[in-house]
Every structure is written in C-alpha cells, then in structure tokens.
C-alpha cells in the first residue's frame, strides 16, 4: 500500500471539484465519502443530488476562516492531500475497510488523533476500487496547527501495519535515501509531449552519466552544459561553486521559463556536496587520459580493482564508498560496451542507482581503484576484446551479489532489492556476451589424454566442487581455456586453485563460466620465467656496475678500499 503525501495547497474547493470529476481520463467512478471526521454533518456530494462541493468545502474549511479572522496573518498551506493506493493484485476492499484505512492514517499523522474532539476536519473519498483520497484542513477545531513533521515517515509506518493487518502485498519501509517519485502533473507532462521519462527522470540519467568522464565539479558543469542540459550553478562571491540546478531543454512552466531542478532534490546522492567528494577521491594530477604506460587495459584493470571489493566491506564507510564507486563502474562499462549489450547494461546501471546510497556515510577516498577503472574506461578510445569483457561482467556479476549481501546484513531492503535486479541484468548480457568465447572455446578442445590431467587438477584443486564443474556443459571449453594457459608456463592447478579462492562457487549457477573467466584475466600473459629473471637482473646488475676503466683516476691508483686492505695485509 502505497500513501503519497502531496505538497501543501490553499484550494479545498478546487481539489474537491477534481476528487469528483470524472478524472483526467475518465477513471473516476462513483465518488463518494468513505470515512469523514468525528463532527461530519454535511451530505455527501456523490449520494445526495442536492449537496454541492462548495457547501462541503466552506464546512471543512470553517476552522480555517475562524483562524484568518481572529488572527491578521492568514493561513495559506491549509490543504492537506494523501492518495492511499492497494497494489495490483491486492484483494478488494469495502468502503467499510477503506474507512478504517483513512481513520488509522490521521491517527498516525497527528491530523485527527484518537480521542481528539478538537482535531482538524477530514474527509476520505473514493472513486476508485484501489485508492482512496483523504482530503483534510490542517488548522484545528481551536484554531491551532497539527504537528506534520516527519508525516511522510509516520503514514509510511501506518502502512506497513496496515498491510499486515488487511493480508495485503508487504512493502519494504523507506529510509529517504530514494529518488524523488515523479509527481503526477509530471507524469501527465511527459505523456503530452510524448516523453518516456519524465524530467527529473531524464536528467537523473544525464547526470549519472557524466560522473565517470569528470575529475571536479567545474568540469561536471562544463560536461553537463556541452551534453545539451541547461545549469543553473549557484556561486559565492569568491566565484566557487556552491550548488548547481539543472533543466530539459523544453521543459518550461506557465510562463514559458525554463524549470528547473536542484540535483539533491533529483536524487539524494546527486547534491554537490557528495558529487563534489566523490570526484575528489581521486587523484587530479593523474588524469585518466594520461596514463600511457599502463601494462593492462582499461577492462582488465577494472577486473582486477574488482577482485579486492570483497575484503573491502569490513568497514562500513569503505562499503558504502565501494558500492558507489560501482555504480560509477557500472555507468562506464554500459557506455563504452558493444552495441548489442548496452541496452541491457544501461537497464543493470539504471537499476543500481538506487542500490548506490544509504545513510551509511562513505570514505569516498577508500574505493579510488575501483573509481579510477570506472574513468580509465569512460575515456579509453577502444572496446574491450571478448575474454576482456567476459572477465569483468563476471567480476560486475560477483561484486553485485557481495553488494547486496552487504545490503542485506544492514536490512537496507530497498537497496538489496535494487541490487538484485541488477543481478539479473548483469547475468543476462554475461551470458549473451560469454556465447561466442564459449563457441570458440569449444570448437577446439584439447586432447583426451590432457582432458583427464585437468580433470585431476580440478579434483585436487576445487575438491568440494569438481564433479559438478566435470558435469557442466561447459567443462571442455574449461579444459581448453587450462591448455591455453599451461602453453603460455602457466601451472592449471594453480590458476583453478586461484580462481576458485576469488568467488565461492555454491552459488555459482555456472560454475565452468566462472572459472573460465577467472583463468582468462588471469593466465592471459606469459608465466615469468624465473631463470630468465634472475639472468636479465644479473645483467643488468653488471651493467650498472663501473668498469675497470671507467673508474676515476683517484681510484684507479689507490684502488677501492677493500683492494687497500688486502694490499695493506700482503
């Protein structure tokens, strides 16, 4: 059951008018009270013919025309608004239930506590088999105010209840770290002009976007403003930036101005301030178009900042900084994927917005690895290779399931809910982008004298796991990814044993896949050789070192002093 507060209005007239309208599209059926205050004396509108909506509303706005008048300053925000909606597949409830319903709601916002004489007037309306409107005026029969604060948190509370009590769906409690819902004029808007999202919908994506391609908050203006979205940035009188709010280009109001939006009001982690500590988490002298000498890609580097997530959760701050770092990791990999995969990894980052924050305070600076990967890929100028790819949406795939268990041992529902769907995301472009490698993979299985060898190592290697893994279908690409590697001085049992240790593998629904891709980061260059080390830093160290003739001339007569001594004792 969902309850949504709606911004305080002045016209108790006007929003009975449209509680008994037909609706905007006609969905208003039979309107008529259900519930009503304790001194409801009036007709109802919806079952007397000879009731009128202005009479209703000069009865429940009485206590408000006293208030004016005894006192020179008016009230204005006296409109108290709430739908309550019942989910889809809820059962129907009586005008009886609904009632009830409405009752405890006032209760609990302090709007007509149990008991209460003197409290503010009320209706509730239905028009509808799932949702009622609870209309109230919030000054009291004695002329003072109810205590509203904190009111979207009480009727959230009285829902939970409520949906326990009624046997109706169970919703998980909000703990405000959620993106604004769209309101419905805004909804409305985005239909008329033939928008998917809605606006605040639409910029939240815009701004998700540029983070990973951004190293302060100047340069996050400057890429929103050259990415086609009007900013408003608020400045102090030295010329920082203080706060910024941000438009779609055609989204305008009444007067033809364009709307704006602050960014801590599209979504709580998008405020200056938390944008401003997480881009300072990195470092600016390191720009990521500057690394030229990495030994890696940008998508093996991102794999391997992955693989440290994990032992990186025992401090809450660290998590919760690590999670949104991957979130930002997410963002660049969907961006800079094939063609063919990013829609279902743009749906994965999408998802994982709201898996990103909680209250849980983040040490911005302890996921810099993991934030630097995600920008070392928004501005790497190539895609990743197959194996590159397969390597780091398992990773991807992995870290997601670590986050949501995080989020769960912290009864974060909202976020561990979040962090499921993305799973599913995540699995689903893993699965469609791993096919080809698999192909190739299985196309030229090694010999069946190796093929036992490898199995061996397996046994010895992963014992808990290797007969379901010798089961799997695809256990002879495994085989042929341990050949490759062994080729290149690599020893299998070491690379499964490895694999193995960087992800529990009970609830590996594929646990092959995940080995294969494991061994593909990590045996994909040559095995040192140890022999060829210890020769070339021989060489080296006698390269370095001063020849008999190169010495100066001071030495060359007095010799080094341990030759003086051995002089001295001839």
């Known amino acids: 059951m969902i309850a949504a507060i709606k911004p305080a209005g002045s016209n108790t007239r006007g929003l009975l008018a449209y509680l008994y309208g037909p609706g905007r599209h006609d969905e208003h059926l039979d309107p008529h009270i259900v519930a009503g205050f304790a001194m409801l004396g009036m007709p109802d509108p919806g079952r007397d013919e000879d009731a009128t909506l202005t009479e209703l509303a000069r009865y429940l706005d009485e206590p408000v025309r006293l208030r004016n008048n005894e006192f020179g300053k008016k009230v204005t925000d006296h409109v108290w608004h709430c739908p309550v909606r019942a989910a889809p597949e809820d059962r129907y409830l009586s005008d009886a239930e609904w009632g009830e319903i409405a009752q405890r709601i006032v209760e609990a916002v302090g709007i007509a506590p149990a008991g209460d004489d003197l409290a503010c007037r009320w209706i509730a309306v239905r028009h509808a088999d799932d949702h009622i409107h609870i209309l109230a005026t919030t000054?009291?029969?004695?002329?003072?105010?109810?205590?509203?604060?904190?009111?979207?948190?009480?009727?959230?509370?009285?829902?939970?209840?409520?949906?326990?009590?009624?046997?109706?769906?169970?919703?998980?409690?909000?703990?405000?770290?959620?993106?604004?819902?769209?309101?419905?004029?805004?909804?409305?808007?985005?239909?008329?002009?033939?928008?998917?999202?809605?606006?605040?919908?639409?910029?939240q994506d815009r701004i998700r976007a540029a983070i990973p391609h951004v190293t302060n908050a100047e340069e996050f203006i400057a890429y929103l403003e050259a990415d086609g979205i009007e900013v408003k940035a608020r400045r102090g009188p030295s010329g920082d930036l203080l706060g910024y709010a941000v438009g779609r280009p055609g989204d305008l109001n009444e007067d033809d101005e364009q709307i704006f939006h602050p960014g801590g009001k599209i979504a709580p982690d998008l405020s200056l301030p938390k944008i401003k500590a997480r881009l300072e988490s990195g470092q600016p002298e390191e720009h990521p178009t500057a690394r030229r000498n990495c030994p890696t890609t940008p998508w093996h580097q991102a794999t391997d900042a992955l693989d440290t997530l994990h032992t990186d959760l025992a401090d809450d701050t660290h998590a919760q900084a690590h999670i949104a770092a991957l979130g930002e990791l997410l963002e660049a990999t969907a961006q800079k994927a094939p063609a063919n995969l990013r829609a279902e990894l743009q749906a994965a980052s999408k998802a994982f917005a709201r898996a990103q924050h909680s209250r849980?305070?983040?040490?911005?600076?302890?996921?810099?690895?993991?934030?630097?990967?995600?920008?070392?890929?928004?501005?790497?100028?190539?895609?990743?290779?197959?194996?590159?790819?397969?390597?780091?949406?398992?990773?991807?795939?992995?870290?997601?399931?670590?986050?949501?268990?995080?989020h769960e041992a912290k009864n974060h529902a909202h976020q561990a809910d979040a962090a499921r769907q993305t799973i599913q995301h995540l699995q689903t472009t893993a699965d469609r982008a791993f096919a080809a490698t698999l192909a190739e993979l299985a196309a030229r299985p090694p010999r069946d004298q190796a093929r036992r060898v490898f199995a061996n190592d397996l046994r010895t290697a992963v014992p808990d796991h290797a007969e379901r893994i010798l089961a799997d279908p695809?256990?002879?690409?495994?085989?042929?990814?341990?050949?490759?590697?062994?080729?290149?001085?690599?020893?299998?049992?070491?690379?499964?044993?490895?694999?193995?240790?960087?992800?529990?593998?009970?609830?590996?629904?594929?646990?092959?896949?995940?080995?294969?891709?494991?061994?593909?980061?990590?045996?994909?260059?040559?095995?040192?050789?140890?022999?060829?080390?210890?020769a070339r830093r021989r060489s080296a160290i006698a390269a370095s070192t001063p020849t008999q003739q190169n010495r100066s001339p001071q030495l060359s007569v007095a010799g080094t002093p341990t030759e003086q001594q051995h002089r001295k004792h001839r």
């Open 139 to 203: 000054v009291r029969e004695d002329g003072r105010r109810p205590k509203l604060h904190d009111s979207g948190l009480r009727v959230g509370d009285a829902c939970r209840e409520i949906e326990k009590d009624y046997g109706l769906r169970r919703l998980t409690k909000g703990d405000r770290t959620g993106a604004r819902r769209p309101t419905q004029a805004e909804m409305h808007k985005a239909e008329r002009l033939g928008w998917e999202q809605t606006s605040p919908e639409w910029l």
């Open 360 to 406: 849980i305070r983040a040490e911005d600076r302890a996921a810099h690895a993991l934030r630097s990967a995600a920008r070392d890929i928004a501005h790497t100028a190539t895609g990743p290779d197959g194996s590159a790819l397969a390597a780091l949406l398992a990773a991807l795939v992995w870290a997601t399931i670590v986050a949501e268990r995080w």
């Open 474 to 534: 695809a256990w002879p690409a495994l085989a042929t990814v341990l050949a490759d590697a062994e080729a290149r001085g690599h020893q299998p049992h070491q690379l499964l044993k490895e694999a193995a240790a960087q992800r529990e593998l009970t609830t590996a629904c594929q646990p092959a896949r995940v080995l294969i891709t494991r061994i593909q980061h990590t045996g994909r260059n040559p095995a040192p050789n140890r022999r060829a080390e210890a």
